[in-house]
């Protein structure tokens, strides 16, 4: 990833939605700044294409392991993901999503088990696009089964973008592929200019 290579100690969730619009998103310096990052290539899952489904997880899913949701527990789910010892997620990546979250653009996956809360994703839904930020998982396949949900998700409401910025081992057994910086603004554009609804 590519570093702006300017330090912020700001962040407004206009800044990020535009961030987003040009193709870059904002990661935390410890505490008190963030950094803008364009990542090239580009990872994306194809909403196009089907994704790839482990047998193992097809039969997690199937036994109804967990119970998923959706917007329950969103600042849990982001400060759950900063949990860990080497975190990009700091105060003021919580606070600009929090209010994103507020406004409505931003959403939360989240695999229940027991009551408790084993897994979860978060990202950003605009227009016709999701960008991807981060997930955690306490119980094996919890935030699998997120990201399968996710995939439902956007493909029954028509998003022509699913973005996961740099690629993980995680997503390359989804079928994540890298894009190049070129091609990933063309789907940007045409995802930007569709109106579509995160609808569970």
Wanted: proline letters at 3%; glycine letters at 6%; a positive charge.
């Amino acid at each position: 990833m590519t570093p702006s290579g300017y330090r912020y100690n700001s962040l407004h969730w206009k800044e990020v939605l535009y961030g987003y619009t040009q193709g870059i998103f904002p990661m935390g310096n410890g505490e008190k700044s963030i950094s803008w990052y364009e990542a090239s290539p580009r990872a994306v899952i194809e909403l196009s294409e089907p994704l790839k489904i482990s047998r193992s997880l097809k039969q997690v899913i199937k036994k109804n392991i967990f119970t998923i949701k959706t917007d329950t527990a969103f600042e849990e789910v982001i400060r759950r993901c900063a949990s860990r010892s080497n975190t990009w997620i700091n105060k003021l990546i919580i606070d600009a999503y929090n209010d994103l979250f507020e406004l409505g653009l931003a959403h939360s996956v989240e695999a229940w088990k027991d009551e408790k809360l084993a897994g979860g994703l978060y990202g950003v839904a605009f227009r016709g696009a999701f960008f991807g930020e981060s997930m955690f998982y306490s119980e094996s396949n919890a935030s699998k089964v997120c990201v399968v949900k996710l995939y439902e998700i956007l493909k029954k409401n028509n998003f022509r973008l699913l973005d996961i910025q740099t690629m993980t081992p995680h997503f390359m057994k989804f079928g994540a592929v890298n894009i190049t910086k070129e091609k990933y603004h063309q789907k940007l554009k045409k995802a930007l200019a569709v109106e579509c609804r995160f609808e569970p």
